[in-house]
């Protein structure tokens, strides 16, 4: 049999059972664990609004972003991972779609749970063809999911809202900083630089935050590689 993208089918069905406990997993999170944050949100007396907010942040936090922190360790190629992102992305699109969204944490005025599955999956497939590591990848995915999931849970606790203030933007910077730093020093400016791009507003984070980070880490790689060997 051909291999698909140059990599053996060999490889994809040895990783199939792992991603097949992952799929599930987000399932979970997603069908259950986030339902569960809404409603206790709801119960500590958040808005709907907010209750909402702290459910996509439990998906960012233990969907998104745990799988991607797993990945290099546990995968070997690109394609299981995306398939899997692409997958729970057309989940997360019907219900917007059919007008029967996931109330919990699906709001009616943007498609930013459905941008967040595809800017995974896409980031994640096409950088590991520069970088059989993942970590070219998963750091702007990082980012994205812990980076502004901790800006939001920040901001959300003070405000009891989605807005953008400074204390949130202080949080995600030294969380991406953290992160950044296992691809050295460009990580870190990196992290920082998507710090403030995610303070823009009126624009979807969740394309922009891994955009930004993945250039800087991208230019870093081919150009400067020594400042992208990491700090721990």
């Not at 459905?114 to 990082?142: A, E, Q």
């Not at 204390?167 to 992160?179: R, S, Y």
Request: proline share 4%; hydrophobic share 55%; charged share 15%.
């Amino acid at each position: 049999m051909l291999p698909l993208f140059q990599i053996s089918w060999e490889t994809i069905w040895a990783d199939l059972p792992i991603f097949a406990v992952l799929a599930v997993w987000n399932l979970f999170v997603i069908l259950v664990l986030s339902k569960k944050a809404y409603e206790f949100a709801l119960k500590k007396g958040r808005s709907i609004n907010s209750s909402m907010y702290f459910s996509r942040k439990v998906i960012h936090f233990l969907a998104g972003g745990l799988t991607a922190m797993l990945l290099p360790f546990i995968a070997h190629e690109p394609i299981l991972p995306a398939a899997t992102a692409f997958g729970l992305a057309l989940m997360t699109y019907l219900p917007h779609k059919l007008n029967r969204r996931m109330y919990w944490f699906q709001d009616p005025e943007n498609l930013y749970d459905v941008d967040f599955t595809l800017s995974w999956g896409l980031v994640v497939f096409f950088t590991w063809f520069i970088d059989r590591s993942f970590w070219l990848g998963v750091i702007p995915v990082l980012f994205m999911a812990y980076g502004d999931g901790i800006t939001g849970i920040i901001r959300n606790l003070k405000y009891n809202k989605r807005t953008k203030a400074w204390e949130g933007t202080a949080g995600m910077l030294v969380l991406c900083v953290i992160i950044g730093a296992k691809m050295g020093f460009a990580g870190i400016f990196a992290g920082i630089v998507c710090s403030f791009v995610e303070r823009i507003e009126n624009i979807d984070d969740n394309f922009t935050v891994p955009a930004s980070g993945l250039l800087i880490l991208l230019a870093a790689h081919y150009y400067f590689p020594s400042l992208t060997v990491s700090l721990y």
